[in-house]
């Protein structure tokens, strides 16, 4: 079974500045995604970012970026240019292709972005 | 496109009754849905994975007789609490795959149950 770490179960940041957001995860899979989804407070689940696990280029998407470092089974979230609208909970989610594309969502972490 | 919508979007009922929640992919076709349970200040949880035409499969420790779940077209699956209790209050959250693009679930805004 995978399990997915997220060490920080709150950070804050200053409106404008960087921040990143940790994950590690457990698996014997070679072939699986990774994801990194927001929740606002309304509660509705937004994709932020996915990382398939055969690339070794990171993915980005204009302020978010992430760190993927297969061998440390290690995957983190980099926002710059924070924006209020950025507050949200984060959670890191692991898909594993060959076990029925179920989602395997970390603890999460509460990012506050204070103006 | 990819939306998925769930009704309703807020529910109370009664201890003992039985409550019905919706998911529907709007815009695409969904072989498979997903349905997780949230309390608060927590991470999302896998409850059963539902596909079109065939029974659920539910996660450990959830059980089938009390969350039924009927996936009977390729747009549509119910989740059905059934003989509720206040400790199954909780916010359910669907999501649906499409049946051409298997690593992206789109999710629903979720369904908030408070048993009285």
């Known amino acids: 079974a995978q399990t997915v770490t997220q060490s920080q179960p709150e950070m804050s940041v200053q409106e404008a500045e960087t921040v990143t957001l940790s994950c590690t995860y457990d698996t014997s899979e070679n072939n699986y995604y990774l994801f990194w989804y927001k929740q606002p407070p309304s509660r509705q689940m937004i994709l932020v970012i996915r990382q398939e696990a055969y690339k070794q280029q990171n993915a980005t998407e204009n302020r978010f970026s992430v760190n993927f470092q297969k061998a440390a089974k290690s995957f983190s979230l980099k926002i710059s240019d924070s924006q209020l609208g950025d507050t949200a909970m984060y959670f890191c989610?692991?898909?594993?292709?060959?076990?029925?594309?179920?989602?395997?969502f970390g603890g999460g972490t509460r990012l506050m972005v204070k103006p | 496109g990819a939306v998925v919508s769930q009704h309703p979007s807020w529910v109370i009922c009664k201890s003992g009754t039985s409550v019905k929640i919706e998911c529907r992919s709007l815009d695409f076709q969904a072989t498979t849905m997903f349905w997780y349970r949230q309390f608060p200040k927590q991470s999302l949880m896998l409850m059963a994975t539902s596909n079109e035409g065939s029974k659920a499969t539910y996660e450990q420790g959830v059980e089938k007789d009390k969350f039924l779940i009927n996936h009977a077209s390729l747009t549509l699956s119910t989740l059905t609490v059934t003989s509720a209790h206040p400790e199954d209050s909780s916010f359910y959250i669907c999501?649906?795959?499409?049946?051409?693009?298997?690593?992206?679930?789109?999710f629903g805004p979720g369904t908030r149950l408070t048993v009285t």
């Open positions: 999501s649906a795959r499409d049946r051409g693009i298997t690593y992206e679930q789109y």
């Open positions: 989610a692991f898909m594993n292709n060959n076990a029925g594309n179920m989602l395997t």
